[in-house]
């Protein structure tokens, strides 16, 4: 039997999450909730996740800064950002953080499935690539992930 993939859901809005819970466990997924940055950051210390996605805004600490924080940390981990307040700079901060795409709010249960799926199969590459590839783990952000965000960058 195959583990479960985890999947770290860091927002201040209970109902973004439980969205998120309702799509990805349905999908065979382990859903586990952050409601801000510094939560989130003490989960991952004490667990390993396949996937963060975050928020941009919340109380303290950014989403922004939360992506910067787990890419430096773990940079085969796929981090997807999910604002309802996306900006060109927000979107350019989010790609030189070398996260995987950043998704506009309101969100469909097609989008979260389809994100979650494309953020797995970079998270597998990537992490095959820094576990193994003598980089001393650092990973470069694979060209998906620049295509991901440059749609969402040019038509903003």
């Given at each position: 039997m195959t583990a479960l993939r985890k999947i770290l859901v860091v927002d201040d809005d209970p109902v973004v999450g439980k969205s998120f819970d309702q799509v990805l466990t349905n999908k065979g997924y382990e859903v586990v909730m952050a409601h801000n940055a510094a939560e989130a950051l003490e989960r991952m210390r004490k667990s390993e996740y396949d996937v963060v996605y975050t928020d941009i805004r919340m109380p303290g600490m950014d989403g922004l800064e939360l992506a910067e924080k787990v890419k430096a940390r773990r940079p085969w981990t796929p981090v997807v950002i999910v604002t309802g307040h996306g900006t060109v700079d927000n979107e350019r901060r989010a790609m030189d953080a070398g996260v995987t795409a950043f998704l506009h709010k309101p969100l469909s249960p097609e989008m979260i499935e389809d994100s979650a799926t494309e953020a797995l199969q970079q998270g597998t590459?990537?992490?095959a690539t820094g576990a193994s590839g003598g980089r001393g783990g650092a990973v470069e952000p694979a060209p998906v992930a620049v295509e991901a965000?440059?749609?969402?960058?040019?038509?903003?």
């Open positions: 590459a990537a992490g965000i440059t749609p969402c960058v040019k038509a903003a």
